[in-house]
């Protein structure tokens, strides 16, 4: 098993190095072909929402797909993957930054359902109570 870097999608979603995007898609073809087992993290894939949206200014609807194929990808390995894809639709339906997003469902698994923020985009989950510090 191998790691993939967070570069190593991104050559490969945004096509601006065409030999490197090459690369990186036969990479990808080998594991979807069981040639080749791969792994990532979650830090990587909220990396790489980070720099589609800040860099190329995606909008959260193709950052979602583009990532969802990325996770649904055969012999790609990511420990919260199921966490992570919960968390995509909450980043975009309710226009959420990803790492809150993320963070929102980790709480759930864990059963949290209090968090102490001044980040008003909690309010916008269901299963969380926002509390200011001080309040």
Do not use: Q
Not at 51 to 59: A, F
Request: proline share 2%.
């Amino acid at each position: 098993m191998r790691f993939v870097d967070t570069n190593v999608f991104l050559r490969f979603l945004v096509n601006d190095d065409p030999a490197k995007a090459d690369a990186c898609e036969s990479l990808f073809r080998n594991a979807i072909a069981g040639d080749e087992t791969l792994c990532t993290s979650d830090m990587v894939i909220a990396e790489i929402i980070w720099v589609l949206e800040s860099y190329y200014e995606l909008n959260k609807s193709d950052i979602r797909e583009s990532v969802e194929k990325i996770l649904n990808t055969r012999n790609l390995h990511c420990p919260n993957r199921e966490i992570i894809i919960s968390a995509l639709s909450i980043y975009v339906d309710k226009n959420i930054d990803f790492i809150d997003a993320l963070n929102a469902f980790m709480l759930k698994r864990d059963e949290i359902n209090e968090i102490y923020s001044y980040d008003r985009h909690f309010g916008r989950i269901d299963w969380i109570k926002r509390i200011e510090p001080g309040k």
